[in-house]
């Protein structure tokens, strides 16, 4: 059974920083895609970033591009963002999902996605 655990939440002022952890557990294949999301009370879940774990490659949505940056370490199992230049806007609940690589670029949409974490909150303060 997968499992994914977040860690790094918190609270900053806005033009801070954080960093988010989420280490899987559970997946036998040795490449897959994982991605962040976020969501906030009333509003669908949003993909932030998606990462390929063969090869690192990263795509980003357009409101988070040039402040976060997701990345892995493959030893650990583990996927992070680093999240810059915070918002109150960035204010969520993040969310890290995982799913298999059908062979093209990973998705930032919130269908297909294989298992997810439990959260963790982020909050910014202006």
């Known amino acids: 059974q997968v499992q994914l655990v977040e860690s790094g939440g918190g609270s900053v002022e806005a033009g801070g920083s954080l960093r988010l952890s989420c280490a899987a557990s559970?997946?036998?294949?040795?490449?897959?895609?994982m991605a962040w999301f976020r969501q906030t009370p009333g509003k669908a879940r949003e993909g932030v970033a998606a990462?390929?774990?063969?090869?690192?490659?990263?795509v980003y949505d357009d409101s988070v591009r040039g402040r976060f940056t997701i990345s892995q370490n493959n030893v650990k199992n583990t996927v992070y963002l680093q999240m810059n230049s915070l918002q109150p806007e960035d204010t969520a609940m993040y969310y890290c999902?995982?799913?298999?690589?059908?062979?093209?670029?990973?998705?930032?949409?919130?269908?297909?996605?294989?298992?997810w974490g439990q959260g963790t909150q982020v909050t910014v303060s202006s």
């Open positions: 990462i390929y774990t063969g090869d690192g490659n990263a």
């Open positions: 999902a995982l799913r298999p690589w059908y062979g093209y670029r990973c998705p930032t949409g919130r269908y297909g996605w294989n298992a």
């Open positions: 559970g997946y036998t294949a040795s490449s897959y895609c």
